[in-house]
């Protein structure tokens, strides 16, 4: 057999955002849920082709940071888990983590269950994160500050434990008595210890990343802001080159803030932190069992004014990094899916379009609109273009030739 005889669809026409840069006039071909190559011009012609029609090809996003969406909240129920991670893959998110806000420690137990139960049946979970409780009250933010607590290795492992290998990350503010030892517990577990909700100080930040400490979430959201003599966990990240997310919705962190990361490719994250207004619209919610109020898209607690995670899409980040920001198209593409792969270390399965990962795609419109997702292989909802059942032959392979 041919190379083209083995590839049972292919991609064509596209403008296809490789971690090498942008292929013009590329084309992808898909095997068995995997992407089997990646060229340019001549697209194999023995395949059943789609053309895409000069839309670009983005790796599915990869979203390491979602409460909700579509009017699901992930710790109302199992479905409504389910749906969330649903509504997400629809706009082009095709691996993505479920974070689940602090609340008393026997709710999260139940609430990992859930997601390590859904991460064992639908592809593209990849597991939880846990936004406390072990977080900092003077920047809770709208995290529900009857149930933070001060760090506890014994309440870790039986997190842990409930999670049975699903548990993928953990939110921790260094500063609190006893962070430190649970940052060495957390990363021994193979699980990754994020820094946010802090009030820390640079040192104290410092101390937490060479204790194994390997992303900060939402990155100037949550923690004290950068000052030149005190830099806190905000120089100390951006410093010391972990992972950094970004919540870039126009409203957490002003256009030029991203774009100053933009020097930093390698570190930038862009997740949602979405709710479940997410897609939905303005109106009343909540999270975390607290009331917030949702206008113009800006998520608030209704008690204090504090924004309380977002409304956005993944694909709605990546739209704003390119067009409000200026970050070429291939950083970020890069900071929407092969950075947070690479922080879960699940960069050789998913997050680049490179020849042996998971065939997740995002085609994205002129104007960055979500055109179409694939999702190991498969249309999720409507082809870009007719032929379906080409597609659908790719899904009756069967994964393990
Ligand atoms: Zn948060
Ligand atoms: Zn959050």
Redo the contacts with the bound molecule.
Sequence with gaps: MSDGATALAVLANARVVTPGGVIENGWVSVADGRIAAVGASDAPSDARTVDLDGAWLLPGFVDL?M?GGGGHDVTASPDAMAGAVAFHRAHGTTSTLI?L?TAPVEQLREQVTWAAALTSTTGGVLGAHL?GPFLSHARCGAQNAAHLRLPDRDAFADLLAAAGGTLRSMTIAPELPGALELVADVVAAGTVAALGHSDATYAQARAAIDAGASLC??LFNGMRPLHHREPGLVGAALESGIACELINDGVHVHPAVTSLLGARPEQLVLVT?AIDAAGVGDGQYLLGGQAVRVQDGQARLASTGSLA?STLTMAEAVRRAVLDSGLPIEVASAAASGNPARVLGLQDRVGAISPGRTADFAVLDEQLQVRAVMAAGVWQGTSPAAPRDALQTVTNTGLDQ
């Design positions: 940071h409460h974070s806000v936004e979430t939402h932190d995670g």
